[in-house]
């Protein structure tokens, strides 16, 4: 059970965050405020308490606060972004971790090795880290070497079609996993109950667990179905400025 949830309020230059499909236009800002309003209140109802950070006008990406950090059940991470305009994010999020942890259980990945937080997804103690062109090699051998240090393993998981790993694959407990493009036949992820997303509905394989519901983004039917069948109280928050700069419902927090 999470509970705790940390979010970033997006700033004004949301509209000029990195985008893989600029055909989408730019985000509207009001829209996205809103938008991240109804979020924090989708959180809520879950039953966790929300830190909100201010607004950075400096980093455009910072709202996707899941990327500067990785929090398990046993530290904290701090992660070291490939993409060269979001790497300083990094540096506002220590601060707010040292209120939850102690400093030994803070770590921090160095150059050379990057990697971001919306490539690593936790099944228990587990944790799979998407190589990406964010994450790197060194990046996942600095990470899994953290996690063994405090009773954890990891696993590296390549990727090529997506930004990050929970793009397009993310647990939802009870070993139900959402899958789509590449990961629909990945072998790291046999062994779960794998509830497949067609390509139409593909931004949506980004779903959130908390304490038991999940959070679906809002139009996309046959994810919220099968989500529903599976056993599960759904919210559904629409995230459509987000999606304009590849972000999605996983981006926008860190859960813990
Ligand atoms: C970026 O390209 O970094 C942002 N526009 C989107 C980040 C999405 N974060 C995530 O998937 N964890």
């Given at each position: 059970m999470f509970k705790n949830v940390i979010v970033k309020t997006p700033c004004k230059a949301v509209t000029q965050g990195i985008t893989s499909a600029p055909e989408l236009g730019q985000p509207d800002y009001s829209l996205a405020l809103k938008q991240h309003?109804?979020?924090?209140?989708?959180?809520?109802?879950?039953?966790?308490?929300?830190?909100?950070?201010?607004?950075?006008?400096?980093?455009?990406?910072?709202?996707?606060?899941?990327?500067?950090?990785?929090?398990?059940?046993?530290?904290?991470?701090?992660?070291?972004?490939?993409?060269?305009?979001?790497?300083?994010?990094?540096k506002a999020i220590v601060p707010v971790l040292k209120q939850f942890f102690?400093?030994?259980?803070?770590?921090?990945?160095?150059?050379?090795?990057?990697?971001?937080?919306?490539?690593?997804?936790?099944?228990?103690?587990?944790f799979?880290?998407?190589?990406?062109?964010?994450?790197?090699?060194?990046?996942?051998?600095?990470?899994?070497?953290?996690?063994?240090?405090?009773?954890?393993?990891?696993?590296?998981?390549?990727?090529?079609?997506?930004l990050h790993l929970k793009t397009g694959v993310n647990y939802i407990e009870n070993n139900?996993?959402?899958?789509?493009?590449?990961?629909?036949?990945?072998?790291?992820?046999?062994?779960?109950?794998?509830?497949?997303?067609?390509?139409?509905?593909?931004?949506?394989?980004?779903?959130?667990?908390v304490n038991g519901t999940v959070i679906v983004p809002c139009g996309y039917p046959t994810v919220e179905k099968a989500v529903k069948d599976a056993g599960y109280p759904v919210i559904l928050v629409d995230t459509s400025e987000f999606r304009k700069i590849d972000g999605g419902l996983s981006c926008l927090s860190l859960r813990f």
């Open positions: 309003a109804a979020y924090i209140e989708a959180l809520k109802q879950c039953g966790v308490s929300v830190t909100v950070l201010p607004a950075d006008e400096s980093f455009p990406d910072s709202c996707f606060v899941e990327d500067v950090a990785v929090i398990t059940p046993k530290c904290a991470i701090v992660t070291n972004p490939g993409a060269a305009t979001r790497n300083q994010e990094t102690p400093e030994d259980k803070i770590e921090y990945i160095t150059a050379p090795g990057t990697l971001e937080g919306g490539d690593v997804m936790m099944v228990g103690t587990h799979y880290v998407g190589r990406s062109a964010r994450t790197n090699e060194e990046g996942i051998k600095q990470f899994i070497a953290i996690l063994e240090k405090h009773g954890l393993t990891g696993s590296e998981v390549p990727l090529t079609e997506v139900n996993m959402l899958v789509a493009g590449e990961f629909i036949t990945k072998a790291e992820f046999a062994q779960y109950n794998k509830i497949v997303i067609p390509q139409s509905e593909s931004y949506a394989a980004n779903c959130i667990w």
